[in-house]
């Protein structure tokens, strides 16, 4: 059993026991902006990137726990954040674990040594253990115990894992795993993705405005080029075509009339 989630989405609680400590606190949530600003003015833009494979955002969950902390939360050696996936693999398996390509979205992960970075961390006042260990994607890190689902018939024991960050594992299902292969996936955010022979990240990967990370095939990394608000072009568009907003059927029907190659822009 798989587990994949949106990259950044999380949520901070404690790791004795599962109590919450914050909501889960999604990707695009912008409270964190002002901490993005104090990373940058401490860090080097290009070392940064060669370590992490992103560039600091708002969407880092760094950012986020910082941002926490300006609220109150004492976030100490007792508490642990983790994504979205991370968490239902703990609900189903009482396991604490992340992977790679989830940990590589933190902005606290160095892709190029596979490990969390802790005097990173501990400059921002921030225990290493705040992360889960991270594992290659894929590795099974518990077996399903969860009450509520061996209830409705599914086997105690099956084997669980942190599947990957949600883009990764659709491209990863189309086949797309080898250089010179692009997938486009759209959701709410929209991403061109592609994959290379794993390698050190440098100045030309940072001047590209492409972001990296670790694939979930093993000595591959992928690299990904980002538009946050794919589902609301989208939704303009249909705003824009018609004098009322246009149906999703309608949109399928001017598609259906269009040929395959690109036409004018009018």
């Known amino acids: 059993m798989g587990v994949s989630s949106m990259a950044e989405s999380g949520l901070l609680l404690e790791r004795a026991d599962g109590t919450l400590r914050s909501p889960i606190i999604p990707w695009f949530d912008m409270s964190s902006a002002g901490q993005v600003e104090k990373i940058r003015r401490v860090s080097n833009a290009l070392e940064s990137f060669c370590k992490t494979g992103i560039r600091v955002s708002f969407k880092c969950s760094l950012a986020k726990l910082l941002w926490l902390q300006e609220q109150g939360v004492l976030i100490g050696q007792d508490m642990i954040r983790m994504s979205v996936a991370?968490?239902?693999?703990?609900?189903?398996?009482?396991?604490?674990?992340?992977?790679?390509?989830?940990a590589g979205r933190t902005f606290a992960f160095r892709i190029d040594r596979k490990e969390w970075d802790a005097p990173w961390l501990k400059e921002w006042g921030l225990p290493v253990n705040v992360f889960p260990s991270a594992w290659p994607s894929g590795e099974p890190v518990g077996r399903l115990s969860a009450s509520e689902l061996t209830n409705l018939g599914l086997p105690a024991g099956i084997p669980v894992v942190v599947a990957d960050h949600d883009h990764i594992c659709a491209a990863f299902g189309a086949g797309v795993i080898e250089p010179k292969q692009v997938f486009d996936s759209m959701g709410t955010a929209e991403i061109l993705f592609g994959a290379?022979?794993?390698?050190?990240?440098?100045?030309?990967?940072?001047?590209?405005?492409?972001s990296y990370g670790c694939h979930v095939v093993t000595g591959h990394i992928y690299w990904v080029g980002g538009?946050?608000?794919?589902?609301?072009?989208?939704?303009?568009?249909?705003?824009?075509?018609?004098?009322?907003?246009?149906?999703?059927?309608?949109?399928?029907?001017?598609?259906?009339e269009m040929g395959i190659e690109p036409g004018d822009i009018l």
């Open 86 to 102: 991370d968490y239902i693999v703990y609900r189903l398996t009482g396991e604490i674990s992340t992977d790679y390509s989830l």
């Open 196 to 210: 290379i022979i794993g390698r050190g990240l440098g100045e030309n990967d940072y001047r590209s405005g492409l």
């Open 227 to 256: 538009l946050s608000a794919s589902g609301g072009s989208l939704e303009w568009l249909r705003s824009v075509l018609g004098q009322s907003s246009l149906t999703y059927d309608e949109l399928d029907t001017l598609q259906k």
